[in-house]
């Protein structure tokens, strides 16, 4: 394990912001991990644990240790009639490991296509999209306890799982992941009901479904509506879907009958994010070096190497706008340092 100081993040981010962080490694074992993790502490610093950065907003210099995780490797552990189980590292790319699955024919993550990201990064987020969440493949979860300096496998009732969240994400530094362990089906339920896939298939001519077809649909309508991080700076959704009262909807839906929810149980309602931000004006709005994608409203994208604090100024008064309209509170889906 190599210690780099003063290391630029600008490349290792999906927003491009040029901070830097004090100390920088990369971590390609449970050594690693170990090593790391007790120099930061005999140090007294912070450290942060690092995927493909597609999901985080630097505004200022992390004033600790960034790890950068490159755990890699794809291992069938068991094979039944019916499943098959995958033990993948934390550093693999997600999409690359969705289309491995894809071409080998077993299914439960081809909905998950080319979302950016790391396959550790997938639990921490519980990724989803199109009527499917990490979660309903996830068997388990490796990680190092950076309390008791164990490694442990939480099975996935453990990882308390939610909409766009788990234990991960609400205790941050105490749970490295070094691997995740997948459940993948031999014989595949196709979830083509949601969003744009079904279209997409008609418009194909696959009248029968394949894994390979809902993952290009996929990929297709990701395509069209988000831009790609490599050409324009962006972490794709950065607000969360927020849930409301049903007292609040019915209120909304009378004066806005065109607004788009989902019934989540009798007493809440799931609004799109996306809606309330175009409905607030915000699509294709530009300010200095930061906008509202023209083609998705809950994409922010960094046009120039402005500040990241200009991109979190720019959320904030998205935020505000919403607050004031619908009397609803956005939530960031980007994690925000």
Not at 91 to 96: A, L, Q
Not at 207 to 219: D, R, T, Y
Not at 224 to 253: C, Q, R, W, Y
Request: charged share 20%; net charge neutral.
């Amino acid at each position: 394990m190599e210690i780099s100081e003063n290391i630029s993040l600008q490349a290792l981010h999906s927003f491009g912001c040029n901070e830097k962080a004090n100390y920088f490694a990369k971590i390609d074992s449970i050594g690693a991990i170990e090593k790391s993790i007790q120099w930061a502490k005999e140090k007294n610093t912070p450290y942060l644990i690092l995927g493909s950065g597609s999901n985080i907003l630097f505004t200022k210099p992390f004033e600790g240790l960034v790890l950068k995780m490159e755990i890699m490797g794809i291992k069938k552990l068991k094979e039944t009639a019916s499943e098959v189980f995958l033990e993948v590292g934390a550093g693999e790319n997600w999409h690359h490991f969705v289309i491995y699955c894809v071409q080998k024919g077993w299914g439960g993550v081809e909905n998950l296509s080319l979302i950016p990201g790391t396959v550790g990064a997938a639990p921490i987020q519980n990724i989803g999209a199109y009527g499917v969440e990490a979660k309903d493949s996830i068997e388990s979860v490796s990680a190092y306890d950076t309390q008791t300096g164990q490694v442990i496998t939480l099975n996935n009732a453990d990882c308390k799982f939610g909409y766009r969240t788990s234990l991960f994400k609400k205790d941050t530094n105490r749970y490295i992941i070094s691997s995740v362990l997948f459940v993948l089906q031999k014989q595949p339920i196709f979830r083509t009901e949601y969003g744009a896939i079904k279209e997409v298939l008609h418009q194909k001519n696959n009248k029968q479904p394949s894994l390979e077809a809902i993952s290009n649909a996929v990929i297709q309508i990701r395509s069209e509506k988000l831009p790609d991080p490599k050409k324009i700076g962006n972490a794709g959704s950065f607000f969360k879907n927020p849930t409301i009262t049903k007292d609040l909807f019915e209120v909304l839906v009378a004066k806005y009958p065109k607004m788009i929810a989902y019934p989540i149980t009798d007493d809440t309602y799931k609004i799109a994010a996306g809606w309330l931000i175009e409905a607030c004006g915000w699509k294709g709005i530009q300010k200095g070096n930061v906008g509202c994608y023209e083609k998705q409203s809950l994409v922010i994208v960094h046009y120039n190497n402005g500040p990241g604090m200009e991109i979190y100024n720019f959320s904030e008064e998205i935020i505000q706008s919403v607050l004031t309209q619908f009397d609803i509170l956005l939530e960031r889906e980007v994690v925000i340092y």
